[in-house]
């Protein structure tokens, strides 16, 4: 048996710290630049000019604006993604299962307004980024919900892929409408978003998806 004391992580060195602090700088910096501005706007120099640091510390960290752009989004799904999973998981009902999920994304939404609002900003000209690593991962992980879900019986047989894909559409979509509003109420949001899903699951054919070819 081993009786080895387990080693404690070493805390992060002086370094590692700086190097973290000024990429949380640039990302701060652009969120506001990005809001300030829209992203088509905003130019690296836009950024730069809002941080304290060289523009040679700028590319230590990022080679352009659309990689600040992906580390803003992923950094967001990195936060939400644990609550989420949390939320479904602990669904008896298909309604809590979907409730849960809109009440938690819109809660975030509300609690993180700024955030949102520098990403979805001129949408008009720039459609949010679906494909960064941890926005895909999130996505990967509501499927795979909603695949035990189905298996469970908690679902009846559905297609979990376009379950999914609609979800997805609905809850971004209606957090941004929420937010354009004068007082962003989450709840009228989840009540509303639930009972779409909850009348249409019930009229949805059980489809078993096609094997890929």
Do not use: W
């Not at 602090?21 to 501005?37: G, T």
């Not at 905003?42 to 352009?64: H, M």
Request: aromatic share 8%; charged share 25%; net charge neutral.
């Amino acid at each position: 048996m081993d009786l080895t004391t387990p080693t404690a992580p070493r805390p992060a060195g002086k370094r590692e710290r700086t190097k973290q602090q000024n990429r949380q700088v640039i990302l701060q910096a652009a969120r506001q630049v990005f809001a300030e501005l829209g992203y088509g706007a905003t130019t690296v120099r836009d950024i730069i000019r809002a941080t304290p640091l060289a523009a040679g510390t700028f590319y230590n960290y990022f080679n352009s604006k659309e990689e600040v752009f992906q580390a803003m989004q992923d950094e967001i799904a990195l936060r939400i993604r644990p609550r989420l999973h949390e939320e479904r998981a602990k669904a008896k009902t298909i309604e809590e299962f979907i409730s849960g999920t809109f009440r938690t994304f819109f809660e975030y939404v509300a609690s993180d307004e700024a955030n949102f609002h520098a990403i979805r900003r001129n949408t008009d000209t720039l459609r949010v980024r679906m494909d960064t690593p941890e926005i895909l991962a999130g996505f990967h992980e509501l499927r795979a919900d909603l695949e035990e879900a189905i298996a469970s019986g908690l679902f009846p047989p559905l297609d979990a892929d376009y379950l999914m894909a609609a979800i997805v559409g609905v809850a971004f979509e209606i957090a941004e409408r929420m937010l354009r509003r004068e007082r962003a109420c989450t709840e009228d949001a989840t009540r509303f978003a639930t009972a779409l899903f909850m009348g249409g699951i019930k009229a949805l054919p059980a489809i078993t998806p096609e094997a890929p070819a």
